[in-house]
């Protein structure tokens, strides 16, 4: 597919090459957003995954968008209100941080919950 037909809005199916090209095996990584896309990309090579279009840059045949994954780990941010409830300080931010399942269900088998990751990869 050319960078030129690629919609914005749209879902792709992207098939990662089983061999990385160089320009992506070699490129330094200057953030931990960028360390972990390389390594989902070395993860998946010779997979499929689908992405969400949110911006195109025709000229540097780049596209920006997210991946729909599911996820068994979530984390809660607590309000104020909360903190205050569970008699913590207000000085600071918590969050809480753990796996969601059923009550009524025997551990080791947790929920599957959507993921959307933001992605900046070539065309």
């Known amino acids: 597919m050319r960078v ?7 879902t792709y199916q992207v098939k990662v090459p089983q061999r990385l090209p160089p320009a992506l095996r070699h490129r330094p990584v200057h953030t931990p957003s960028d360390f972990y896309a390389d390594m ?3 993860r998946l090579r010779g997979g499929r995954f689908e992405l969400t279009v949110t911006a195109v840059d025709p000229d540097a ?20 209100d909360q903190a205050i409830l569970l008699g913590l300080p207000t000085e600071t931010t918590y969050e809480i941080i753990g796996f969601v399942s059923p009550a009524d269900q025997e551990h080791g088998e947790d929920n599957r919950l959507p993921r959307h990751r933001p992605l900046h990869r070539p065309a």
Do not use: K, M, N, P
């Open 4 to 10: 030129q037909d690629i919609q914005t809005g749209e």
């Open 40 to 42: 989902r990309l070395i």
């Open 61 to 80: 045949a780049t596209v920006d968008g997210y991946e729909a994954t599911t996820i068994t780990c979530v984390s809660i941010q607590l309000t104020d």
